[in-house]
């Protein structure tokens, strides 16, 4: 592999996940500036280990633990320093529930990540229910939008987080939602009742 | 009874926030009463809602600074971690390989046309004249006078590959799959989504690049490491060296969209060659101007009043000859 297709992979392979990397490792140190440091030193590392790695998206999970492994590493440095009172418990290196502790936290990057990509309305709308915790009424008002589209936005955000994290139906399917709440339309006044068996578990998965 | 319950994942936070209403918790109960997938559709918007709590969306990864530095520190890396070197095992092996690569050849030979890949659109303006592009993709081009833009075949493909001769103005659809790639006689530009002006025209001796948007990196052909320019940033690059030095970043880069002429301490060869392109004449230098430089901002001036305002500080004359203009 040539030098430039590997620079080039590396940054393809950067952009997609450090966002994520990011949010990842803030959860340990608390430290936006730390967190960037050691997601660097981890993509320093895929670098000088290129030759044995595939820069692709099959490192996915490599990152996240090379990154997981960067920031105890920080957190070690800086033992002296008091550690944030709610990371403590993500600090044990192994024993029962790590494995779901750390697919709990790469989640979280995900959203992290899928909220950043959101449409500007849809996570303004996402932001000011989740962080703000302000009721649809409430964000209706302060948007001048209707409750109605604020309902609507709020799904949409969810329905984007779901599809990315659990793979389910997002708003990519939309479209072929909408094709299929048709035919179920067309076939129910056909009284197609085989039709409605098969197609109404779809509509809604 | 007629129900939409596309707008289900908002009925569901709003109750587990216990801001449902009763009849919406009615909503929520028919829907979950359909089956097990409804029920399995519910807990997952639920821990999704659970663990956006704890996310800290405020945080700035700074993607593309961080970038920046990364890429500063991989050639030094490159230069430790060598790459591998292929050893053959016998001459059976090597003999295999020359026939391979043989083969190869005759197929690149069959499939490329000499000078890269075939050009499957053109663009072009002739001197004095601007234009105004929409590429396949989205991207605007703004064409600056006697340029030249070759869209590449495959620009639909993974790599949306550009020639350019002469200047434009680029602003770059993002695709984040799809590097946009110009190549330049010497030079080469490689973006994602940004917006730059790129000034390659054939007689400087230069190449130079105006980040308005974004970042681009920007290398020769054939090097390996670009460097990265980042929006307020300008760089050029040595077409002999292939070396790329930063220059103050200028505004008025782009002023030629708006039909502005912009010398900034410009060298005197490079300010003909402009006016020639700007004002459609053909010049004769007979000046010995060669190695001044110029500095000055034209907007939308006729030829005889900025031929006025030049004369004026360099002392050199003026006179039309055949239809060419003669300077001496």
């Known amino acids: 592999m040539s030098e430039r297709t590997a620079t080039e992979q590396l940054n393809a392979l950067f952009y997609r996940f450090q966002p994520m990397l990011v949010a990842f490792a803030n959860r340990y140190l608390r430290s936006e500036e730390e967190a960037r440091e050691a997601v660097q030193d981890v993509f320093l590392g895929v670098w000088n280990n290129r030759e044995h790695l595939q820069l692709d998206e099959s490192l996915r999970s490599y990152l996240f633990t090379a990154t997981r492994n960067k920031a105890l590493n920080y957190l070690e440095k800086r033992k002296i320093e008091a550690v944030p009172l709610d990371a403590v418990h993500l600090q044990q290196s192994s024993g029962p529930g790590v494995e779901e502790q750390l697919q709990a936290e790469e989640t979280k990057a995900v959203i992290f990540d899928e909220v950043s990509r959101l449409p500007e309305r849809c996570r303004e709308v996402f932001l000011l229910s989740r962080s703000e915790g302000l009721s649809y009424r409430e964000i209706a008002e302060r948007l001048a939008l209707s409750e109605k589209t604020v309902e609507n936005q709020i799904s949409i955000a969810l329905k984007r987080l779901r599809a990315r994290v659990y793979g389910g139906g997002g708003s990519g399917n939309l479209l072929s939602l909408a094709l299929l709440w048709l035919l179920l339309f067309f076939l129910q006044k056909t009284g197609f009742a085989l039709g409605v068996a098969i197609v109404n578990p779809v509509v809604n998965q | ?328």
């Open chain 2, 1 to 328: 009874m007629e129900n939409n319950y596309n707008d289900i994942e908002a009925i569901i936070i709003k109750s587990l926030e216990r801001q449902a209403s009763a009849r919406e918790e009615q909503v929520l109960q028919d829907w979950l009463r359909q089956g097990d997938k409804y029920q399995h559709h519910y807990e997952e918007v639920r821990a999704l809602w659970e663990a956006a709590r704890d996310v800290d969306f405020n945080l700035d990864p700074d993607t593309d600074r961080e970038w920046e530095s990364l890429a500063a520190k991989l050639p030094a890396a490159a230069l430790t971690g060598r790459g591998k070197v292929l050893r053959f095992q016998n001459w059976r092996f090597a003999a295999a390989a020359i026939v391979l690569a043989g083969l190869l050849g005759l197929i690149t030979f069959y499939f490329t046309r000499p000078g890269g890949p075939a050009i499957a659109q053109e663009f072009s303006t002739p001197l004095g004249e601007r234009k105004e592009i929409q590429l396949a993709d989205g991207t605007l081009v703004a064409l600056n006078a006697e340029s030249r833009l070759q869209v590449l075949e495959g620009f639909d493909g993974k790599e949306r590959r550009l020639r350019l001769e002469g200047e434009g103005y680029f602003q770059v659809s993002t695709d984040a799959g799809r590097p946009f790639i110009i190549e330049t006689e010497g030079a080469r530009v490689q973006v994602t989504g940004t917006a730059f002006n790129l000034n390659a025209y054939q007689e400087n001796t230069s190449v130079r690049l105006t980040v308005t948007e974004g970042s681009v990196r920007f290398s020769a052909p054939k090097e390996e490491i670009a460097q990265p320019v980042t929006a307020g940033n300008a760089a050029e690059m040595d077409r002999a060296s292939g070396k790329i030095r930063s220059i103050p970043f200028d505004q008025r880069a782009t002023a030629w969209q708006k039909g502005v002429l912009v010398f900034a301490n410009t060298p005197w060869p490079e300010v003909v060659s402009s006016l020639e392109r700007h004002y459609a004449v053909e010049i004769s230098d007979e000046t010995e101007l060669q190695d001044k430089r110029y500095s000055a901002v034209f907007d939308n001036q006729p030829l005889e009043e900025t031929l006025k305002v030049m004369q004026a500080t360099l002392g050199f004359e003026a006179e039309r000859k055949d239809g060419r203009l003669l300077l001496k």
